[in-house]
């Protein structure tokens, strides 16, 4: 049971990039709510945006309200994070996780990726 990030890299600031996170050894059956969140090294981890992947509901961090959007495909249980107008503090270790209730606390999520990271230079 594991999820699979992808998508990362290096991009300049007002550029887009789109991750994207697969789960393997389990549907979204099993875990419908699907959340990525971010870290920079010394900082708590961030709940940038969630989905439950059984209604649809989608819930995004002021931060990044606007500018992200988070879609899902529950028949290949994968889960895609488009991150437009970027900026150089959206700099950080991306997450994606899997649990059972719609929230951007870290402590909810059982399943976890193991990052992917995104640099935005400025």
């Known amino acids: 049971v594991q999820l699979v990030e992808s998508g990362g890299g290096l991009v300049q600031a007002g550029g887009s990039l789109t991750l994207s996170c697969a789960a393997s050894g389990f549907t979204f059956d099993d875990y419908f709510v699907i959340c990525w969140f971010r870290q920079a090294p010394g900082r708590d981890r961030e709940g940038v945006s969630c989905v439950g992947t059984d209604d649809g509901t989608v819930d995004y961090a002021d931060s990044v309200k606007g500018r992200f959007r988070l879609s899902h495909d529950n028949a290949k249980s994968t889960v895609a994070l488009e991150m437009n107008s970027l900026k150089p503090e959206d700099t950080d270790i991306y997450f994606c996780?899997?649990?059972?209730?719609?929230?951007?606390?870290?402590?909810?999520?059982?399943?976890w990726g193991q990052g992917t990271q995104v640099t935005v230079s400025s």
């Open positions: 996780a899997a649990g059972r209730i719609l929230t951007r606390s870290e402590s909810a999520y059982d399943v």
